[in-house]
């Protein structure tokens, strides 16, 4: 089985976050990258996938050149190789031209198993499986918490606002996973030694025959038009439980009367 | 004024609270245009949306979009919106509802904004990003608008309109059809509110300790007629069931009191529950980062803060 994994850089989540003051996107540069931590799940639900019915697991990244260090870190963890999408044409994509992006490097690469977090700690726009689906006609399987193939059909359970839904289709398949579905694997010293020695192709966007006016900041479906920093919380009041500290919630509830 | 399309969310036949938001917002913009997708529709289903402001009623009432997952509904949106050119369309900001915005876009080759905590003249939407560390004003630039909004943005307001009902014939495309449910599975919790619709929302985390013991936490819900949230220690622990996970990878909650009992307030948890308008924390560590946003704050054991302020609810009723 041929899996391609979406993994995605973001600024670490620990650290402040800023948007750029002249193009107003995020600014990748302020921030330490990481790989996005969904992503992780899906890394490692590729490799048990892999594991069980045997096939290649590939890395799919689209952003700047310091991305590579996050494509070094699934590399790390098992995958055998990996393509970056690279181009400063790429720049300011919104989740339109990303999805548009990226499906057309997966034409290229080709695959029968598209796996992605469900959402990005940057972003957060929680589209981009249910996008690449749409772009691809292939079938979505998003928000899986388990997932198994069987020959070429795939069955996910997908968690929902009440529970879940067992869901079936066809492979290829576009799969995203929340983080109940496995735990993540850390990187053994073997694999990070292993991952420096496998290969990584960088394509721009005329590799992957992505057409220039669909793609980055100027052709973008959307934009920011201005940002600002929320005004910070009200300092609160915290007390130490002295034995009235429930009634003293009580006081402090009745005061903003909700009760 | 044109028509603003709202994709109605509903269970079992009953519209779900945050489309009546949805609906109230189009009104302050346009003329809403309620969408209902899938089987289930009612009269009494009907006579909500009427009585929130839904001028028309577009009813694609079909079994078969309700049996695959997002496409069908997406493919609805997309026929109205080539039919009808409204000025904008709502879906709320739900897992499956952001993915049906997402496929709608490319569907129309229109731009879209995701969750959405207010949206203004223009269609120029208000966003809260990076765990609610920097407000955007964003807006789309192409096609048709379409834009997710977080429920409990805005308080429903009644406002009756005609409610004039318009049947929808979709025949649906195979690839809409790619995605089948087989089963779904109902994993309930009592008759609570509805954990994104809830006014007031008490969670309890790992301080919880068990699952019977988050029998204290749905006390003090229960007193306050709040829902119950759980953080991920809990959830994964098995204490309750997922769908109550609070966080960045469960349910985001805007209500108006959030109650955390037990959790120390990770960055993924903060996430879900940022927004909220005050912030309650009770844990036995004073240097739980939750603290850091709470307006009230109780550094103690909440085996014995919980019950007694649950308590003192029960005697001022
Ligand atoms: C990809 C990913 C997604 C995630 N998504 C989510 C998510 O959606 N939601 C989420 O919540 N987390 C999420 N997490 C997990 C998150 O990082 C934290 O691990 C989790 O929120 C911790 O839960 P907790 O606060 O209940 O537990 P802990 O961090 O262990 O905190 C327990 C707290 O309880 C206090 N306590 C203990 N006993 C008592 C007592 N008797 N009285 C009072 N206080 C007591 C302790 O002092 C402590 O502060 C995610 C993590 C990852 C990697
Ligand atoms: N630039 C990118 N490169 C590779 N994968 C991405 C990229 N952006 C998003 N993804 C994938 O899409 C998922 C959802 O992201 P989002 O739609 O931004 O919330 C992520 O968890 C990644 O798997």
Redesign the interface.
Known sequence: MNIVVCVKQVPDTATERKLRSDDKTLDRDAADGVVNELDEYAVEEALRLKEAHGGEVTVLSMGPAKATETIRKALAMGADKAVHLHDDALHGSDALGTSYAISQALKKIGFDLVILGSESTDARTGMLAAMLAERLGAPQLTLARKVEVEGTSIRVERITDYGYDKVEASLPAVVSVVEKINEPRYPSFKGIMAAKKKPVETLGVADAEIAGDQVGLANSWSEVVDFAAAPPRAAGTVIKDEGDGGAKAAEFLASKKFI | MSEILVLVEH?DGDVKKVTLELLTLARSLGTPAAVWAGPGYSDAGKARLAEYGAEKIYVANADEIGDY???PK?EVLAHLVTERSPAAVFVAA???G??????L???T???????AVGVGEGF?AEQ????????????????TPIITVRPNSTAPVAAPAAGAEEKVEVALSD?AR???????????KGARP?L?EAA?VVSGGRGVGSGENFAIIEKLADA?GAAVGAS?AA??AGWY???FQVG??GKTVSP??YIAAGISGA??HR?GMQTSK?????NKD?EAPL?E?????????LF??????????EK??
């Open positions: 269970v997952v997002a496409a997406a739900t897992g499956e952001k993915e049906i915005a997402g496929r876009a490319i569907k080759d229109s731009g879209v904004i995701s969750d120029v809260s990003i990076f765990g609610g560390g920097v407000n955007v004003h964003s807006r789309v630039t192409k096609g690839a790619a995605a089948r449910i087989v089963e779904r599975v109902v994993q309930e509805e994104t007031i306050l991920r959830t994964d069931p997922h769908q960045q990878t108006q009191l960055i993924q996430a005050t912030i309650v924390v009770i004073a603290f946003i709470a307006d009230f704050g109780v550094v103690g054991d014995q803060v919980v019950p007694q302020l649950t308590e003192e609810i001022r009723k």
